[in-house]
């Protein structure tokens, strides 16, 4: 949790230049509930401004055990609810991104088996493959 803290991000979602926001994650937390549901906590903040504090819990759901899936989404803004629709959207977009199949042009192959999620407990089988090629096997300069 500690690199959450300091994980920056911006608007683009590339490199940080001067022209598109930073926007740092404070504060982070998990909480894994029941019937395969989890809650996140953040405050988000950009540059120097006032952070905001984001609430979300949605349920997980693994589709063939590559596709990961935000399932009835509900989350708040500083209180406020988030619309369904928007937060629809949202999750349909992230839901795309969660494919595991996308890492495979990376060397990856991950297979996620089973994943169950009660309170205080995580309990998740997986498969991984790394490819003799992949980046990820490389080691980084010193």
């Keep these: 949790m500690s690199r959450l803290r300091k994980v920056s991000v911006t608007s683009s979602g590339g490199i940080d230049t001067s022209s598109n926001p930073t ?4 504060n982070p937390k998990v909480k ?5 549901r989890v809650y996140f906590q953040v405050e988000l903040q950009e540059g120097k401004s006032q952070p905001i504090l984001i609430h979300l819990e949605t ?13 009835n989404p509900v ?3 500083n209180g406020e609810e988030v619309p369904p629709q ?5 999750a349909n977009n992230v839901n795309k991104k ?7 042009a990376e060397g990856l192959l991950l297979r996620i ?20 090629s992949s980046r990820f ?4 300069p010193l």
């Design 75 to 77: 989350a708040a803004v």
């Design 137 to 140: 096997l490389e080691t980084p």
């Design 59 to 71: 349920g997980l759901n693994i589709i063939n055990g590559r596709q990961i899936n935000l399932v």
């Design 32 to 36: 894994f509930l029941a019937n395969n």
């Design 23 to 26: 926007y740092n994650f404070l």
């Design 98 to 104: 969660l494919d595991l199949v996308n890492l495979e």
């Design 86 to 90: 928007f937060l629809n959207i949202v």
């Design 113 to 132: 088996i089973k994943l169950e999620m009660r309170p205080i407990e995580l309990e998740i089988v997986a498969f991984l493959r790394i490819e003799p």
